[in-house]
Antibody, heavy 112, light 111 residues
Framework: VQLVESGGGLVQPGKSLKLSCSASGFTFSSYGMHWIRQAPGKGLDWVAYISSSSGTVYADAVKGRFTISRDNAKNTLYLQLNSLKSEDTAIYYC???????WGQGVMVTVSS | VLVTQTPSSLPVSLGDQASISCKSSKSLVHNNGITYLAWFLQKPGQLPQSLIHTVSNRFSGVPDRFSGSGSVSDFTLKISRVEPEDLGVYYCLQYVHYPLTFGAGTKLELK
């Protein structure tokens, strides 16, 4: 099983970024998936969830700015990050809580 | 849902038993009767790893010295005999109510 995130980097406040999480080794389409983030030196912070049928839920801090989506044909999970703020700086993990799978994480730094 | 995890720091000696508490502000029992409380360990410099789901069920490969217990809104993770690879930060997570919420973490460290 592998979850491999990509798309992170340094971005200015107010700009956008799109993260991807490529899944392999399990039936991706059957599972709900989460994005969870961790600011430097801080704890874990849940960001968003998408069900196997593409229903979505967001944390209040990102609602209206972030969009989670999935492409089951490509076994890929996405997180579109818009209107980024400095407080969005974190490592972003994709994860399936019910199966215990976590990606290695991708760093997003929001700074001018 | 507020999740309160204690203690924030837990100094131990190798071979000790360790116990971490996680209390939620609401019942974590779903309408289907299942209680959605999980435990994770994050070792220094590593990504989180899943230990336990639905209160007391260990994921595959997790040693049986880890055990979870509790019900409704009061939960405990016990490590029967701490080994060096158990050191790190432990988090509980309630995943029955959205938004999901993690505890603030418990750092298990050597005395």
């Amino acid at each position: 099983v592998q979850l491999v995130e990509s798309g992170g980097g340094l971005v200015q406040p107010g700009k956008s970024l799109k993260l991807s999480c490529s899944a392999s080794g399990f039936t991706f389409s059957s599972y709900g998936m989460h994005w969870i983030r961790q600011a430097p030196g801080k704890g874990l912070d849940w960001v968003a969830y998408i069900s196997s049928s593409s229903g979505t839920v967001y944390a209040d801090a990102v609602k209206g700015r972030f969009t989670i989506s999935r492409d089951n044909a490509k076994n890929t999970l996405y997180l579109q990050l818009n209107s980024l703020k400095s407080e969005d700086t974190a490592i972003y993990y994709c994860a399936s809580i019910t199966t215990s799978y976590w990606g290695q994480g991708v760093m997003v730094t929001v700074s001018s | 849902v507020l999740v309160t995890q204690t203690p924030s720091s837990l100094p131990v000696s190798l071979g000790d038993q360790a116990s971490i508490s996680c209390k939620s502000s609401k019942s974590l029992v779903h309408n289907n009767g299942i209680t959605y409380l999980a435990w994770f360990l994050q070792k220094p410099g590593q990504l989180p790893q899943s230990l336990i789901h639905t209160v007391s069920n260990r994921f595959s490969g997790v040693p049986d010295r880890f055990s979870g217990s509790g019900s409704v809104s009061d939960f405990t993770l016990k490590i029967s005999r701490v080994e060096p690879e158990d050191l790190g930060v432990y988090y509980c997570l309630q995943y029955v109510h959205y938004p999901l919420t993690f505890g603030a973490g418990t750092k298990l460290e050597l005395k």
